[in-house]
């Protein structure tokens, strides 16, 4: 079992849609949590990063933390064609640990 | 602007060849990595560097090997006794390597083996 699990999709939404994209992981050691954005051919961005549970929100984006589940959230309001890009969370215990990544969701956003 | 370079974007390797894969950073961050992306199974980490001239094994080390003898570079050779290199490599850094630290990522380089 991975310690991250993350489906691939394909997700394909409307513009203006709100999209939810999950990860579930297996390691309660994990503290920090993180999304980022990658377009085809490209680095990850980093778009979201957030510390235990609770709630943070950034423009159209909120992430969500849920230990108790071992679930993360991120959501996206309004969705746009540029927000189309496979996202990625990414987690990890703190100190000098390493970063465990999800495989990504890919979003289509169709205008 | 500060920011990861890689180069080169697309890289075309022979079997049995040694390649080298640039990675630079203006950032002034002491850690630096190196990762491999292929389809379906996420980013795996191959080496980490926290600091010059010191760096580790990540989880898929073997058949590659790094050097960090400069703060901004950390060149990934991926030498032939990798047998599947064919991959999308990301170089990243990031300030400490440490507590609530995050990383920032290259634009990538793509190898292909003919």
């Known amino acids: 079992q991975k310690e991250v699990e993350q489906d691939p999709g394909p997700l394909s939404v409307p513009e203006g849609a709100i999209v939810s994209l999950n990860c579930t992981y297996s390691?309660?050691?994990?503290?920090?949590f993180m999304w980022y954005r990658q377009y085809s051919r490209k680095g990850p961005e980093l778009l979201m990063y957030t510390y235990s549970s609770g709630n943070k929100e950034d423009g159209r984006f909120t992430a969500q933390v849920d230990k108790s589940s071992k679930y993360i959230s991120l959501f996206i309001r309004d969705s746009q064609p540029s927000d189309s890009a496979t996202y990625l969370c990414?987690?990890?215990?703190?100190?000098?640990?390493?970063?465990?990544f999800g495989t990504g969701t890919k979003l289509q956003v169709i205008p | 602007d500060g920011g990861i370079t890689q180069s080169p974007k697309y890289l075309f390797r022979k079997e049995g060849q040694n390649v080298t894969l640039s990675c630079e950073q203006n950032l002034n961050h002491d850690a630096m990595y190196w990762y491999r992306q292929d389809p379906g199974q996420g980013l795996r980490l191959i080496y980490y560097s926290q600091i010059v001239n010191d760096f580790q094994k990540g989880d898929i080390a073997e058949g590659y090997s790094v050097s960090r003898e400069k703060k901004e570079s950390f060149p990934l050779t991926v030498t032939s006794a990798q047998k599947n290199p064919t991959a999308f490599y990301l170089c990243?850094?990031?300030?400490?390597?440490?507590?609530?630290?995050?990383?920032?990522f290259g634009p990538g380089t793509r190898l292909t083996v003919l």
């Open positions: 990243a850094s990031s300030i400490t390597g440490g507590l609530r630290d995050t990383q920032y």
């Open positions: 390691n309660s050691a994990f503290q920090y």
């Open positions: 990414a987690m990890n215990a703190g100190g000098y640990q390493k970063v465990t």
